[in-house]
C-alpha cells in the first residue's frame, strides 16, 4: 500500500503561480512514476505531468512551458511548480504513484485560478 498526501493548493489570480507538492508513505520501494493528474468540473482526470525513477518525464501541452515537475527519490516526494496559471487550470489536482502495475492516488488538492 502507498498512502499519497498533497499540499499547496488555493486560489490564485491568472498570472500567478502555485507550487503542488505530495510526500508518499508505506511500501514505496515499488514506486517507478510518480506525478499530477487533474479533473475540472464535467471533465475526466487529464495527465498534467509524471516525472520516472529514471528521470524521464512527461507534460500535457496544456501546461507545457508553464509548469516544472521535480521529484525527490529519496524523499519520496514529487512537486509541481505552476507558472502563468490560467482560470481554464482550474481543477482539483490528485498526485498518483505507479507501484508495478498499480496506481496510488492521494485524495485530491483544489486549485482555483480566478481571473
Known amino acids: 500500500q502507498v498512502q499519497l498526501v498533497e499540499s499547496g493548493g488555493g486560489l490564485v489570480q491568472a498570472g500567478g503561480s502555485l507550487r503542488l507538492s505530495c510526500v508518499a508513505s508505506g511500501v514505496t520501494a515499488c514506486i517507478s512514476a510518480m506525478g499530477w493528474y487533474r479533473q475540472a468540473p464535467g471533465k475526466e482526470r487529464e495527465l498534467v505531468a509524471v516525472?520516472?525513477?529514471?528521470?524521464?518525464?512527461n507534460y500535457a501541452d496544456a501546461v507545457k512551458g508553464r509548469s516544472t515537475i521535480s521529484r525527490d527519490n529519496a524523499k519520496n516526494t514529487v512537486s509541481l511548480q505552476m507558472n502563468s496559471l490560467k482560470p481554464e487550470d482550474t481543477a482539483v489536482y490528485y498526485c498518483n504513484a505507479l507501484c508495478y502495475r498499480y496506481n496510488y492516488w492521494g485524495q485530491g488538492i483544489q486549485v482555483t485560478v480566478s481571473s
Open positions: 516525472k520516472t525513477s529514471d528521470d524521464s518525464t
